[in-house]
T-cell receptor, first 112, second 114 residues
């Protein structure tokens, strides 16, 4: 059974204070690892897809990396508008299952 | 712009009544859509996979007679919560994938059963 564990559960940063969020996963043949941002009362918004170990993706202040066991979402010099819940999800490849399995998320709060 | 549209964004209903939630793919056809449920401060849990023209596939523990899914066209899937009870109060989110694109989500429906 696919498992996704995110840490920390919650993170409070000062504006400009860089940090990293962790996503550990267990999956039968990783087809893709996904990062989403979710604002309160909204659906998840797609950020990145990573397919293989060593891959990195960047978007503004965010950078996602992937190893065979975990992924990191690095946030450089965050701003208050980066405050949100960040969700990690995996899609397995062995069974052809197309749905994503999500972690419980990291609630990020960036204070000015 | 939005890729997946969900309606309504919130609904309040009385215990014992039924509620229908619509999920539409915008500007693309989706043979498969996914319905998730999210309780406060928890992650998204897959409820069922909606397949156009055939029966939905439900996850273990999800009552198919309570959560009716209809995927009658390539752009519309509906989730009907039948005989709703307060414990069904949750945030319901649908999703669909455009070809060669990641999964996109609607903005969710907040259901409150009184």
């Amino acid at each position: 059974e696919d498992q996704v564990t995110q840490s920390p559960e919650a993170l409070r940063l000062q504006e400009g204070e860089s940090s990293s969020l962790n996503c550990s996963y267990t999956v039968s043949g990783l087809r893709g690892l996904f990062w989403y941002r979710q604002d309160p009362g909204k659906g998840p918004e797609f950020l990145f897809t990573l397919y293989s170990a060593g891959e990195e993706k960047e978007k503004e202040r965010l950078k996602a990396t992937l190893t065979k066991k975990e992924s990191f979402l690095h946030i450089t010099a965050p701003k208050p508008e980066d405050s949100a819940t960040y969700l990690c999800a995996v899609q397995e490849g062995d069974t052809g299952r197309r749905a994503l399995t999500f972690g419980s998320g990291t609630r990020l709060q960036v204070q000015p | 712009g939005a890729v997946v549209s969900q309606h309504p964004s919130w609904v309040i209903c009385k215990s014992g009544t039924s509620v229908k939630i619509e999920c539409r793919s915008l500007d693309f056809q989706a043979t498969t859509m996914f319905w998730y449920r999210q309780f406060p401060k928890q992650s998204l849990m897959l409820m069922a996979t909606s397949n156009e023209g055939s029966k939905a596939t439900y996850e273990q523990g999800v009552e198919k007679d309570k959560f009716l899914i209809n995927h009658a066209s390539l752009t519309l899937s509906t989730l009907t919560v039948t005989s709703a009870h307060p414990e069904d109060s949750s945030f319901y989110i649908c999703s669909a994938r455009r070809t060669n694109s990641p999964l996109h989500f609607g903005n969710g429906t907040r259901l409150t059963v009184t």
